[in-house]
């Protein structure tokens, strides 16, 4: 396989085809290789957009048919047990107590990509079914006395214990932002039925705000 970029679309004179302008062994990518035609397979990939370079960060395919390695397992096969694995019993993070998973892309839809590989673009439907399974095993794997925290993902609320809040406050209305993850907070707190912990981390004050610093955390 090969990752390629897709620079530019250009209609031929025919009106009909058209020629793609590609950046190939893009973003960590095999060297190019030859493709022959009318058997090369070709799959869109999605791309986290929040990142300040474009087109740099994949997304794990946790789709439960997704395509599989040589030893026949799937992403979430592959990631959980990277996870997890350690802290099993006699495993060197056998005594910590959970996960966070940060803010990463998890609450995030990823719109229609093919993601089983047989060449035709799904919903995404299919990758939100492969996060419930993959939140669900690693909740299994950690047990119910540890933790998992994450973002907001108000779906699945039965297998994470709260949330990862980056990014306090707004520099715009800080008391607003801080007041309303406090809210956030609470209401997780009362749906969920894991014991509660969360995280927020505050940061992005202008020095004109600093003196609001401890009053916020009083909160």
Request: contains cysteine.
């Amino acid at each position: 396989f090969e990752y390629v970029r897709i620079k530019n679309i250009a209609k031929n004179s025919d009106g009909v085809s058209a020629t793609l302008s590609v950046e190939r062994a893009f973003n960590g990518s095999p060297p190019p290789r030859d493709f022959p035609t009318q058997i090369t397979h070709i799959s869109s990939m999605p791309w986290d957009t929040r990142t300040k370079l474009d087109f740099r960060n994949f997304f794990i395919n946790y789709a439960k048919d997704c395509p599989k390695d040589e030893g026949g397992r799937t992403a979430t096969d592959i990631v959980v047990e990277a996870m997890v694995g350690s802290f099993r019993e006699g495993g060197i993070l056998e005594r910590m107590g959970g996960i966070d998973l940060a803010s990463g892309p998890l609450s995030r839809d990823l719109g229609v990509a093919d993601y089983n590989g047989d060449g035709l673009e799904e919903s995404s439907d299919i990758y939100w079914e492969g996060v419930a399974d993959f939140y669900g095993r690693l909740r299994e794997e950690l047990g119910q006395h540890r933790v998992l925290t994450a973002n907001m993902d108000w779906n699945f609320l039965n297998f994470i214990n709260g949330a990862n809040q980056e990014g306090l406050a707004r520099p715009s209305d800080p008391w607003n932002e801080v007041s309303r993850t406090v809210n956030e907070m609470l209401t997780w707190q009362r749906l969920s039925p894991l014991p509660f912990v969360s995280i927020a981390f505050v940061q992005y004050l202008t020095n004109q705000e600093d003196l609001l610093f401890v009053q916020m955390h009083r909160l």
